[in-house]
Each structure stands twice: as structure tokens, then as C-alpha cells.
T-cell receptor, first 116, second 111 residues
């Protein structure tokens, strides 16, 4: 299994809703990432988990709350979002072990989020 | 800081060769990635250069010059399906590596 899966593919939510994005990988990778990507822009790093611990938070607003229940799963909990949070949310993983190729990040297909 | 620069748009015709350049200024640089991203889809890995020189993989090749802070992606025998955004990303590795993406180059291949 060499892929990262994300659910749902599309999500439409109101500003008062609470929803969660899910990401899963079974490649034994120990680092997992959340990115936000607006149209015609590069991915912007939001969070990084390493060995199930939050290692990087790029000053993301608290209405985005990440969670790493185990080494294969990564969630992003959403609450009280704004319309400008509408974007493609990408999950990625990388091996994060000693050895060649540990740096390569594998991306999931993304969740297209629309906030009304 | 991190300063990754690449052209915004490029066009070419089927069967042609195109070179997409990327310059970077990044502290603690370890390597340079190229990703391909079709509209509405996830980025897919194309290449990773750590050492200077050219690496060839089929129709795609990537070059790195660390002393010049310069890389390029070379696409040969272009096909319509190569129309996509090509993202250059500098990798900085320490205790936890991270990628710094350029804005992406939107390549359009015409018949």
C-alpha cells in the first residue's frame, strides 16, 4: 500500500458547523502533514506530526485543531470556520526514518472544503 | 529565509522539449523536489535532487546546482497530459524535515 487516503473528497459546511477531515496511510511513515492550498497557489504547511506528536504549528488559527490518534491516522477538526478558509486541504506523509528517501512526502488526493 | 522562484506560466507544443527553472535561497538546504499537480488533484512526486548534476527518469530529467541555488525540470516529448502545474520545493532537513514550495509553473501543452 503506497498511498495516502483522505475523506471526505468534498465538504460543504456552514460557519457554525463542526466537521472533521480524515487522513490515513499504511506505509509505516512516522511524519504526517496538513497543508492548505488555495487556487493557483502552492500548498501552505499548517501542521506537522512526528511520531504522533505535534512538532510544527505554523501559527494556524485555533478553529483548526489537528489530532493524531495513532501512527496511521491524522485528523483535522474544524469549528467556526470562515468563508476564506475554503480551500483544498492536503494530507501528506513521509518516512521520517534514517536512510535514503526519508524526505519524500506522499500526498493524499485532498479534501475540497467550501465554507458558506 | 526561504525564497523559491519559478516562472508562473509556460506554454509548449506536443512533442517539444520544455525546461522549467527554479532558483532558491534557503538556509539549511538539503535537497530540491519537483512535484506535478493537475488541477484539483494532489501533487505527485517527480524527482528529488540532493547532489549536483542531472538525474534522468524517462521523459523527465531534473538538474541541480547547489552553488548557484538553481534547479530545472526538463520535460521531453511533451504530451497533452503533461499540462499541469509543476512545483519546485526546497527541502530543509534537521530533526524534522520540511518543504518550502515555489508558486508553481502552470504548463500548457498545445496540440
Amino acid at each position: 500500500d503506497t498511498e495516502v487516503t483522505q475523506t471526505p473528497k468534498h465538504l460543504v459546511m456552514g460557519m457554525t458547523n463542526k466537521k472533521s477531515l480524515k487522513c490515513e496511510q499504511h506505509m509505516g511513515h512516522r511524519a504526517m502533514y496538513w497543508y492548505k492550498q488555495k487556487a493557483k497557489k502552492p500548498p501552505e504547511l499548517m501542521f506537522v506530526y512526528s511520531y504522533e506528536k505535534l512538532s510544527i504549528n505554523e501559527s494556524v488559527p485555533s478553529r483548526f485543531s489537528p489530532e493524531c490518534p495513532n501512527s496511521s491516522l491524522l485528523n483535522l477538526h474544524l469549528h467556526a470556520l470562515q468563508p476564506e478558509d475554503s480551500a483544498l486541504y492536503l494530507c501528506a506523509s513521509s518516512p521520517q526514518t534514517d536512510g535514503e528517501g526519508e524526505e519524500k512526502q506522499f500526498f493524499g488526493p485532498g479534501t475540497r472544503l467550501t465554507v458558506l | 529565509g526561504q525564497n523559491i522562484d519559478q516562472p508562473t506560466e509556460m506554454t509548449a507544443t506536443e512533442g517539444a522539449i520544455v525546461q522549467i527553472n527554479c532558483t532558491y535561497q534557503t538556509s539549511g538546504f538539503n535537497g530540491l523536489f519537483w512535484y506535478q499537480q493537475h488541477a484539483g488533484e494532489a501533487p505527485t512526486f517527480l524527482s528529488y535532487n540532493v547532489l549536483d548534476g542531472l538525474e534522468e527518469k524517462g521523459r523527465f530529467s531534473s538538474f541541480l546546482s547547489r552553488s548557484k541555488g538553481y534547479s530545472y525540470l526538463l520535460l521531453k516529448e511533451l504530451q497533452m497530459k503533461d499540462s499541469a502545474s509543476y512545483l519546485c520545493a526546497a527541502y530543509r532537513g534537521s530533526t524534522l524535515g520540511r518543504l518550502y514550495f515555489g508558486r508553481g509553473t502552470q504548463l500548457t501543452v498545445w496540440p
